[in-house]
């Protein structure tokens, strides 16, 4: 079945400063993979997403790329600032969430 | 703004006591999950449903927890008898049919559960 690793488990950056989450997937057949934010207490929630017929996807202060050759899609977040700060977990999943896998996620924090 | 539903927000309930978790997904989605996730760590998937069929459960202990959907507005979980590490928060999800490829899931806000 499907394999999602996530680096780094926590990451602390400094505000205004980008930070980088890698995720690698096992499954070719992947070709879905969202982005979801979850802060302290809350659900987690969908910030970005990206299908494998594209190779990078932006909205505003936040992009993901996807390379589908080598199996790892990365989240960039820029200018980072304070409410950033949660933990972040990636996902891949084949067409009808047949085998829809979350990454152990990564805690950011966005030190002011 | 659509949301998936989760009652009860909180339960805390001594060990041994049966407990119901209940889910409404968004109006029109089909595939519901069930989560469990303890203390900010990452999301354990339980099972899930399409169509109100239950597609994998083999993240569920069986012997003690169950889910169905009685009707598409409604999923449920239940642990019967509960025990202290069954302590978490459990999140709902649902997403919908896609056009040939997958859609985001839409999460509830949880039940977070204290087994005493």
């Known amino acids: 079945g499907e394999n999602v690793e996530q680096h780094p488990s926590t990451l602390s950056v400094q505000e205004g400063d980008s930070a980088v989450i890698k995720c690698t997937y096992s499954?070719?057949?992947?070709?879905?993979f969202p982005w979801y934010k979850q802060e302290l207490g809350k659900r987690p929630q969908l910030i970005i997403d990206?299908?494998?017929?594209?190779g990078e996807k932006k909205d505003q202060r936040i992009a993901v790329t996807l390379n589908k050759t080598a199996k790892h899609f990365s989240l960039h977040i820029t200018e980072t600032q304070p409410e950033d700060s949660a933990v972040y977990f990636c996902?891949?999943?084949?067409?009808?969430?047949?085998?829809?896998?979350f990454g152990p996620g990564t805690r950011l924090s966005v030190l002011p | 703004d659509a949301r998936v539903t989760q009652t009860p927000r909180h339960k805390v309930t001594e060990m041994g006591q049966e407990v119901t978790m209940r889910c409404q997904p968004i109006?029109?989605?089909?595939?519901v999950f069930w989560y469990r996730q303890t203390m900010m760590q990452g999301l354990e998937l339980l099972a899930y449903?399409?169509?109100?069929?239950?597609?994998?459960d083999s993240g569920m202990p069986k012997d003690r927890f169950s889910a169905e959907m009685p009707d598409a507005t409604l999923a449920t979980l239940k642990i019967q008898p509960s025990e202290p590490r069954d302590s978490a928060v459990y999140f709902c999800?649902?997403?919908?049919?896609?056009?040939?490829?997958?859609?985001?899931?839409?999460f509830g806000d949880g039940t977070r559960l204290s087994i005493l």
């Open positions: 999800a649902s997403t919908s049919p896609g056009q040939g490829a997958d859609q985001p899931q839409h």
């Open positions: 499954d070719s057949a992947s070709n879905y």
């Open positions: 990206i299908r494998s017929n594209v």
């Open positions: 996902a891949a999943s084949t067409n009808y969430g047949q085998n829809f896998v």
């Open positions: 109006l029109g989605h089909n595939t």
């Open positions: 449903f399409r169509n109100r069929a239950p597609l994998d």
